[in-house]
């Protein structure tokens, strides 16, 4: 058997996609297995005796805490929307990924784990070609306008709209402090298209996922893509588009002065969340240990 440490990690699991009403499939609890490796077969065998003996519920292939049935239809529901919600990030990112300076487009939040509710809007994370943050921030700005599709500070009724809430250039793709939040929002982010092998730069700087999700990393990211200090492809870009850099960042950080909050600005990453998302989930996730009677380990379950 897989022993206590298993046991407890499938809990901490369960418990931690039960913030978001999300049951997992048997695949997922072991990509998402919170500090502790195992193979799929052990995990296999943990799953079926933690069923057995209620620890653990499940229903038509997802697990979940007890008691917490009803979440597998909130997440076959939330995939009908999600389904819908990618068709529009999918239209959107393709007419972006072909604007300078673009390297990725990809989804985050909730409907990169297909998990998005009917009136959620869609988030997207953009990778820029090194130098080009600002200038690649504002041609997103002004085409996602153009085509109605922007979400604002001022938006109102948000379904279905692009948040442009993270920019990253491909030198400082490394996000941190590393804490398990942080771990899972870096994973689940899911590329809609990229250019020179950006999606795996990505995940090979953002190697420290590994102690806190050590399956997941193991299974996707692959040796010949670990990061080196320079690129495969740097772009070299013209004095020209130095001045228009930071032309640009000056008349958008102008403009944004009067509507800072917590927002995370530098010339490298761009992060834009009017709530902290963070510290609510790190306190929901406590209570559920707490309340599980399960143990937390700071160097796996801090935040």
């Not at 943990?46 to 519920?57: D, F, K, M, N």
């Not at 228009?244 to 000056?250: G, I, M, N, P, T």
Request: hydrophobic residues 40%.
């Amino acid at each position: 058997m897989g022993g206590k440490a298993l046991d407890q990690a499938i809990i901490k699991t369960l418990a931690y996609a039960d913030i978001f009403d999300y049951p997992l499939k048997k695949e997922e609890i072991w990509l998402f297995l919170i500090g502790k490796k195992t193979s799929k077969d052990e995990l296999a065998k943990e799953l079926e005796r933690l069923t057995s003996v209620g620890q653990i519920g499940q229903k038509i292939g997802y697990y979940f805490l007890p008691k917490r049935e009803k979440i597998v239809q909130i997440r076959k529901r939330r995939q009908i929307y999600s389904f819908e919600k990618a068709k529009i990030a999918q239209k959107v990112a393709r007419i972006i990924i072909f604007l300078p300076g673009v390297k990725l487009v990809g989804l985050t939040g909730a409907l990169a784990m297909t998990n998005n509710d009917k009136d959620d809007d869609i988030d997207f994370l953009i990778i820029t070609s090194a130098g080009f943050l600002w200038t690649t921030r504002l041609l997103t700005v002004l085409i996602t306008t153009l085509l109605g599709k922007r979400r604002t500070p001022r938006t109102r009724v948000v379904t279905d709209k692009i948040c442009l809430n993270l920019f990253v250039d491909e030198d400082h793709l490394q996000f941190g402090p590393p804490d398990l939040y942080l771990a899972h929002e870096v994973l689940q982010m899911k590329p809609i298209y990229e250019k020179d092998h950006t999606y795996q730069k990505y995940l090979a700087a953002n190697h420290w996922t590994e102690k806190f999700l050590p399956n997941w990393t193991k299974q996707v990211l692959s040796a010949k893509y670990q990061i080196s200090k320079r690129h495969e492809s740097r772009h070299y870009f013209w004095p020209l588009q130095i001045i228009f850099e930071q032309l640009f960042r000056r008349l958008q950080l102008t403009y944004m002065a009067r509507r800072r909050t917590s927002e995370l600005i530098s010339n490298t990453q761009l992060r834009f969340h009017p709530q902290d998302a963070k510290k609510i989930v790190s306190q929901k996730y406590q209570q559920k240990l707490k309340d599980l009677k399960i143990p937390l380990d700071k160097s796996q379950d801090h935040f």
